[in-house]
């Protein structure tokens, strides 16, 4: 039947979209999808070697998420965080990563921490590569997946949507200042913390590599005379 036909086309479709809607958002936590810049969808359709359809579709899921804004005939530009939306997305992060840590030391059993280790020494791997796609993609399946440990699926599916959302602006400063790979290391050590059933120490230590990921000692004066974009009157 017609029916079905038709909704194996849009399940083909939808993967592409799917697809294009992670290359998309990888590409604008890295920053290589600058804030307040617009993009055509032919251009970045070129870019990924698709039709320009899944890529405006993608950019609409990415405009829900609120990472995108549709410009009229243009394509879409990159919403522009302030300070205080990365405070506010860090600080809820914050109040439901370092308590569930503290639980999770608590109850998870070594063999659940150690089916993390392999996810860990990714993240290592990909900063001393200095890829930050690949580092990302590793840090959100650690974090997660320790979050998902407490038992709690819509605790680790509110967490995924604000790393979405703030995009972890700090991780191209880390990059910059070469302490990557120290933060990268701050999943290993947090392993060891909660194997050794120290919640406590535990707490600390996402207190800090969350604070870190926002907004990196020494990246920042290292960074300083970089440029930001400016920030028009009005602007959002
Ligand atoms: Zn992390």
Redesign the pocket.
Known sequence: MNGLRSRKLVSVQERLRDQVANALRAALIAGELRPGVTYSASTLAAEYGVSATPVREAMLDLAHEGLVEPVRNKGFRVTELSERDLDEFTEIRALIEIPTVGKVARSATREQLGALRPTAEEIVAAARAGDLVGYLEA?RR??LGLLALAGNSRLAETVGDLRKRSRLHGLAGLAEAGTLVASARE?TELLDLMLAGDAAAAEEHMRR?LAH?RSPRGAREQGAGRRRPARKPGAR
């Open positions: 840090d650690f974090h999943h590599h990921v």
